[in-house]
């Protein structure tokens, strides 16, 4: 979520649960295809306030591995209101272009993260630097070549954020995406599902934005909203479609040398595993799920996971034993963190 216009409202979509056609789509696909924590820790950064509601929409979800502790830390806040979700944006103004040199991707050498590492999750705003792990999923959009540089100087490794499944009003590129490909709303202001079907038009849209992400010296690649076809799209998306779409994603990434997760999108993950790098989940603790992502961390790797309303003492014990890099985060997913 990045680079809001300003004056822009709107806040960012976490996981949609699958509905019952959903379910029996993923049983047919399932045949067609014979697929198948302790004591809480200190909390990090300088959030304003603690874990609040999620959407009132399901939602989707994915696991990741356990944070190492670690960095500067701050007593959770116990004032004040919890914003709703529709306030995670990011801040209206944007960063002034920088002319930065940039580190891209080296082609051979894409980054692999393993499981359990630490990392932080801040998409709303440009990035705080301040929180001691070495990974950093960031918006995209909203970030400068300056700021990966900075923390490429700190010796982490970057993730840029992207949404790849829904228009949005206040990015910059909105005006290139034609009406044919916008659906109906996903449940966050000015945001509009995209018609994934229609390779032709959206391959060229998502491989401008990887060139941000490549050009800005990102390492990797989070696409958000990637499971549109278990949700009220106003298209008739099937699984398979999102099958195509995602390894295309994939591809696109793999090829300017970016490392790309599969966010959520759990019940895909057999035939998905091979085509991502890492995965990104949104509350599988809370729904009983983290064990769906166990391909990734047994095929060596990472798990990025949080949980917005769960108690660490709950999820972190299991967190652990799947090896997980799990925290709990707000849901404005400001600089506010708690790791297992």
Known sequence: MVGADPGAGGGRPVRRRPGAALAAALLALAVLAGCSGSAEGPAEGAGTSGPGASPGTTRPTSAAPAPTAGGPTTSRPTTGPTPAPTTGRPTTTRPAPDRTPTRRPVPGARWQPRPGVSWQWQLNGRVDPS??????????????????????????????????????????????????????????????????????????????????CRDKGFDAVEPDLVEGYGNDTGFPLTADDQLRYNRMIADIAHERGLAVGLKNDLHQIPLLVDHFDFAVNEECAQFDECGLLEPFVAAGKAVFHVEYEESPSRFCPRSRSLRLSSMLKNPELDVWRKPC
């Open 131 to 212: 929180v001691d792990v070495p990974v950093y999923d960031i918006d995209g959009f909203e970030n400068s070549a300056a700021d990966v540089a900075r923390l490429h100087r700190d010796g982490r490794k970057v993730i840029c954020y992207v949404n790849v499944g829904a228009w949005e009003d206040y990015r910059p590129d909105r005006d290139a995406f034609p009406d044919s490909v916008l659906g109906g709303p996903n449940g966050w202001h000015g945001e509009r599902w995209l018609d994934i079907r229609r390779l032709d038009v959206v391959r060229p849209l998502m491989e401008r934005r990887f060139d941000m």
